[in-house]
């Protein structure tokens, strides 16, 4: 029998509003013996942080909780930890594969949407400014996503 776990790690800037419910949401759809799935941001600023308020709403809403989550930032050894990195936007994209330094570190990299709309370059936007209705549309767009990851995965 094999114990390796396939791993997954959700990024966004602040790992508190995309990411977290990324993270969630993929949980939700596999076999925890089986699969590992975390999250990071790229930036400190909510280091150590629950997700936010209205990401807890969403999912609780959806039948997902993400309270046992806190933030965490992402660091070069994830490349190691993660099989898959899945990221929300292009931004973020950009600043993980800054920190890669192997082609195998740079292949474990994607932008989540493409799971749903292949080479179009699309985006999870950043609902932080916004109201909850930013929130429902990022929950709407990652269960799409992570339905297909977990076909695949
Ligand atoms: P996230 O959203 O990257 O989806 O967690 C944000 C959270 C916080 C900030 C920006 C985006 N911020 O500027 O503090």
Sequence with gaps: MCNYKVNVLMVCLGNICRSPLAEGILK??????RYLVSSAGTANYHKGKLPD???IAVARKN???ITDQKAAQFIKADFRKYDHIFVMDVENYKNVLALATT???K???SL???EISKGEYLEVPDPY???DSGFEHVYSLLDAACKSI???I
Excluded at 28 to 33: A, G, R, V
Aim: glycine share 12%; proline share 4%.
């Design 28 to 33: 939700s759809k596999l076999d925890p013996s």
């Design 53 to 55: 308020s209205r990401s």
């Design 63 to 65: 039948g997902v909780d």
């Design 103 to 105: 082609k195998q570190d």
């Design 107 to 109: 292949d474990k990299v």
């Design 112 to 114: 989540i949407l493409d």
């Design 129 to 131: 400014y916004g109201g």
């Design 150 to 152: 977990a076909i695949r």
